[in-house]
Every structure is written in structure tokens, then in C-alpha cells.
């Protein structure tokens, strides 16, 4: 095999820390237009270049491709309709470096990036991965990268299935040995691919993280093929994801006898966590209630979890309540609130007007102010949200309260009743 550290070839260039490395970097491309000069721009900057650059088009329409054309050391392939998954796959398939990398179109690399994970696993022969620590932005103006340093760390995402802690492959540079031991990057179900690929590279060999963020992972888009997931599939998407944790589970029993039935009995806090997506879906309280009771139940057994649990629900509720369309948002509030049980010991972080809950101030004003008949919410938003509105959106609570008294002075029925208003 050849060395992957110090390697020419075709597309090798000489930066700041020699000549380039045995590595493949592999970019998925579809509509990206916005955000790929960027990315491109990053993975050039690199202090240790990679020898391969490929970006695979999954059938862009926009002017991504021409952009990408514009730099001369980047290989452009096309391989339209297929999806990320399956463009990571072709990718991966027209690459020959000894190590790969796949980043995301609208990712970012601290310059030294490929140049740290590369040390990691140069340092580790027996690591079949190395992992960059997270660090997420929304503008590139506003992204600051802390100051990079060498620090090995042991990272193995079995500690926390059936959840992992990797955002995104952009964080992930993987031997080729490895992924070809797992048959590549899974491309079958284009639901669960990252789930799969992780875990399974764990039970393959161990992996190792660098203790400082190199890569940066922007906050959603709704151009984002997982955005739209779960603005639109959610329930069915984390099914997809269950059904790949317990086959993970089960094939981990195969390799790793010992941790057949724990993982299986980790997976059951999946199922709770299902259907509380699914009551959001269905904007069914009565489900919303049942489900939070039977998910507080497993975290009484494995609160280590929470964390994990309120993580992975909130990344699943961020789309609908940052699309600022009322018609997706006013449900989802309404029967997380309606929904909720009289105690939540680890889950309170979950349901709106929490003080540190994940809904923003705006939507749980613009909530009360459709259904106002609720005073103890109304207390809740002003206790714990009070220094926000008054910051950045005392204006908005005028009108909110404006709209209120309007309704009150025009003595409407639920009011002379009083009771809340039925939706």
C-alpha cells in the first residue's frame, strides 16, 4: 500500500506543509451554488492538500457545476438522481487515495484540518478512523474556529448507541482499507447511511477524535435533503433510523457476543422517542402525553441518556419551528404544551416555555397570541423569557398584548365563558 502521508500524483500540489497527501476528499454537489466556492476554498487552503478532489453533481440546476469547473484542481463527475448517499458511493468508487473524506457542499475546514486527523491516524496504526470535534454556524462571518492543537482522544460511538456523535461526515477522514472492509459507504438506505457507516466502522476497528474543532458544520437549510426529511417524513425517517439500530444491534451481537442483548435493550428508548414524533405528526396531545410518560420510564433507567434524547428530538422539531410558517409550527407547540405529563423529571428541556426549551420566544408569542387563554403560560413565557423579549422583541410582546386586550375588550365567546379557546 502506499504511503499516505507523503504521496504525488496527477492532481498533488505543494502547500505550506509539503507535498500533498495520499487522501481522497470527496464532495457531494447538488444545487449547491451558494456555499461550494467556499467549500472548495477551504479544502485548498488545507496545510497538508489532498491529492484527489472529486465532487459528484447529483443533477444540480443551479450554477454549482460551473463553479466547480472554475477550479482547475478539482475533479467534477456526474451522477444525477441518485442521492448523497449513493454520490458519496460513486465518489468513493472513482477515488484511489489511501484515505478519504467526505464533506458536505456547504461545509467549512480550519485550514489545518487534514493535516491533524492525518497526524491522528498516522500516530494510531490501528485506528480505522480519526474524528474533528463539532462546531456548528449559520454565516461564514460569524464562524470562528478555536486555535487547533494536537490532541488525541479515544472515540467510539458504540459508548452512546443507539445515538451518535457525529453531525456529518465533513468531521471524518476513514482509511480506504476500512470502508472497503464495510463494502463502502452504505448507499442502500439513504436514510440511515451515516448511522450505519459509523457504527459499523466501530465494530471494524477502533476510532480516535481530535480534541479541538477543525470542521464546521452549518446549521440547517432548507435546501438541506435532511431539512426537508423532517419538514416533511419525520416519523417515517426516525422509523428508518430504528429499524438501522436494531440491525446494528444485532449485528453487533454476531461480532460481539458479550454486547448482543445490551444493545438490543438500548434500542427500546427508540420506541417512545417514535412516538412522540409521531404526535407531532398527528398533533394528538393524548399521544404526546403517553409517549413522554413511557420515555421518562427508560430514562429513569438510563438517564445518562437525556442529553442524547432531548438532543436528537430537538433536531427533529428545529425545522418546524424555525420555517416561520404558523400553519407547521402552532400544532407542534400546541401538543407538545397540551401533551405534556404533570412531571417531567429529565425531559422538561423538551416542552415549550422551559427556560432553556428549544422553541425561540418568537413562536411561543406568536402561539399565545392565536390561543391567549392561557395565563400560566403566559406567566411561564414572561418568567423565563422575560429578558429576551425585552431585548430583542418588546415591540412584539406590545403587540401581542395589544391583541389580547383587543379580543378581551371585544368580549369574545370563550372569554365570557370562561375557558381557553377549542381549537
Keep these: 500500500m502506499s504511503d499516505p502521508f507523503a504521496v504525488t500524483g496527477p492532481f498533488a500540489e505543494t502547500g ?5 497527501a495520499d487522501i481522497a476528499v470527496i464532495i457531494p454537489l447538488f444545487n449547491g451554488a451558494s456555499w461550494i466556492r467556499q467549500t472548495l476554498a477551504s479544502v485548498l487552503a488545507q496545510t497538508l492538500p489532498a491529492r484527489e478532489i472529486i465532487v459528484v453533481d447529483d443533477g444540480s440546476s443551479d450554477d454549482s457545476p460551473a463553479i466547480v469547473r472554475s477550479f482547475p484542481q478539482v475533479a467534477l463527475h456526474r451522477h444525477p438522481g441518485k442521492g448523497t448517499h449513493q454520490t458519496r458511493q460513486f465518489g468513493f468508487a472513482r477515488s484511489t487515495a489511501a484515505l478519504v473524506t467526505f464533506l458536505d457542499q456547504d461545509d467549512l475546514w480550519h485550514p489545518r484540518h487534514l ?11 490501528e485506528a480505522c478512523a480519526a474524528v474533528s470535534r463539532t462546531l456548528t454556524y449559520e454565516d461564514e462571518q460569524e464562524l470562528h474556529f478555536p486555535t487547533p492543537f494536537l490532541g488525541p482522544e479515544r472515540f ?6 443507539p445515538f451518535h456523535r457525529i453531525d456529518t461526515p465533513s468531521f471524518v477522514l476513514v482509511r480506504r482499507s476500512a470502508l472497503e472492509a464495510i463494502g463502502g459507504w452504505p448507499a442502500r438506505n439513504a436514510w440511515s447511511s451515516d448511522v450505519q457507516a459509523w457504527f459499523q466502522l466501530a465494530s471494524f476497528a477502533p476510532m480516535v477524535r481530535n480534541a479541538t474543532a477543525t470542521a464546521a458544520y452549518r446549521v440547517q437549510h432548507r435546501e438541506a435533503t435532511s431539512t426537508r426529511w423532517r419538514l416533511e417524513r419525520a ?24 454486547d448482543g442483548d445490551l444493545r438490543l435493550r438500548q434500542c427500546r428508548i427508540l420506541e417512545p422517542m417514535a412516538q412522540v414524533i409521531e404526535a407531532l405528526e398527528r398533533a394528538d396531545p393524548v399521544l404526546m402525553r403517553s409517549a413522554l410518560t413511557q420515555l421518562e420510564a427508560e430514562l429513569s433507567r438510563s438517564a445518562a441518556a437525556t442529553d442524547l434524547v432531548i438532543g436528537t428530538l430537538s433536531w427533529y422539531l428545529r425545522p418546524t419551528l424555525t420555517s416561520g410558517d404558523v400553519r407547521k409550527w402552532r400544532p407542534l407547540v400546541r401538543t407538545l ?8 423529571r429529565h425531559l422538561g428541556r423538551l416542552v415549550p416555555f422551559h427556560p432553556e426549551g428549544a422553541c425561540p420566544t418568537s ?10 387563554w392561557q395565563p400560566r403560560a403566559w406567566w411561564r413565557l414572561a418568567r423565563h423569557r422575560g429578558a429576551p423579549i425585552a431585548l430583542n422583541g418588546i415591540g412584539r410582546l406590545g403587540r ?7 379580543r ?8 365570557r365563558r370562561g375557558c381557553r379557546t377549542r381549537t
Design 156 to 161: 467510539d460511538p458504540w459508548d452512546s448507541f
Design 400 to 406: 401581542v398584548l395589544m391583541g389580547v386586550l383587543g
Design 363 to 372: 413562536v411561543l408569542a406568536g402561539y399565545l397570541l392565536a390561543e391567549p
Design 115 to 125: 493535516e491533524l486527523l492525518s497526524t491522528l491516524l498516522r500516530d494510531a496504526p
Design 16 to 20: 505550506s506543509a509539503g507535498t500533498a
Design 408 to 415: 378581551l375588550s371585544a368580549g369574545s365567546p370563550s372569554h
Design 235 to 258: 416519523h417515517e425517517y426516525f422509523l428508518n433510523i430504528r429499524t438501522s439500530c436494531e440491525t446494528l444491534a444485532r449485528e453487533r451481537g454476531l461480532s460481539h457476543p458479550q
Design 337 to 344: 404544551y397540551r401533551g405534556q405529563p404533570g412531571t417531567l
